[in-house]
């Protein structure tokens, strides 16, 4: 008789918690770059919002920064 | 960016303010990953004066006069869209006051802790600084002794615990 192999099986709940984790670690890292890359990015994503969100009524001026 | 906080710091040494700290979404973005956002709050202790009410027409013309326009609430500076918010209560004052040097491109500016940060988001309460405060405690670095004391001394702690239950319990 051969051996099966031992396979450790992960249930779904430990499997989430992993992604959940390397979400939350990935934020972090997000969290730590320069100020000046993060200013990159806020402006990609000042790019999106204006192209896929419509405006709330009462919701200030939205518009991308030219800088 | 730059030539924004350069206008800012100018308008401080010119005697426009007394004090100033980006606040808001843009302070939030020192401690955080990016979030989306259009403006640049900026708070401002103004010079003392004899008025009752105290006017941002002397920062508005003095910008007006370099070309700068006005659109809705905001001025526009260099591209950016900026408000200026006087200090509206004694927790905007102090954390003003305590605000912190950061560097952007070698330019110096003042932002607020991300403690007082929090602190004001949680008295605003609205969506987004709920939404703001739960980032800042999962990514930002933050002193939980400056953060009690703060919210001690301004009658926030009831608050901050009752938000903590409901968002951000472990």
């Known amino acids: 008789m051969k051996n099966k192999p031992n396979k450790v099986k992960e249930s779904a709940a430990d499997y989430a ?10 934020h972090k890292e997000q969290a730590k770059l320069p ?16 192209k896929t969100q419509k405006q709330k009524p009462g919701e200030g001026l939205r518009q991308v920064w030219k800088i | 960016m730059k030539k924004t906080l350069q206008i800012i710091d100018r308008m ?13 979404g843009i302070a939030s973005l020192f401690y955080i990953e990016p979030i989306a956002t259009f403006d640049l709050d900026i708070f401002v202790i103004l010079p003392e004066s004899e008025e009752v009410l105290l006017s941002l ?6 910008l007006s006069e370099k070309k700068y326009k006005l659109v809705k609430e905001h001025i526009i500076i260099e591209g950016i869209p900026v408000q200026f918010i006087p200090v509206y209560n004694e927790l905007v004052i102090e954390a003003v006051l305590k605000a912190v040097r950061k560097k952007y491109e070698g330019i110096s500016t003042f932002v607020l802790k991300p403690e007082y940060l929090m602190a004001i988001m949680l008295d605003t309460n609205r969506a ?21 004391t703060i919210l001690n001394a301004h009658g926030l702690i009831k608050a901050y615990n009752n938000f903590r239950k409901k968002f951000h319990e472990k």
Request: aromatic residues 10%.
């Open chain 1, 17 to 26: 918690a992993k992604i959940f984790k390397a979400k939350k670690d990935f």
């Open chain 1, 35 to 50: 100020i000046e890359e993060k200013i990159k990015i806020l402006i990609e994503l000042q790019k999106i919002v204006l």
């Open chain 2, 12 to 24: 401080h040494k010119e005697g426009l303010f007394k004090k100033y700290a980006i606040g808001g």
């Open chain 2, 57 to 62: 027409s002397p920062l508005y013309d003095w």
């Open chain 2, 128 to 148: 987004k600084d709920r939404e703001r405060i739960i980032k800042m405690l999962d990514e930002a670095e933050i002193s939980a002794a400056l953060l009690k």
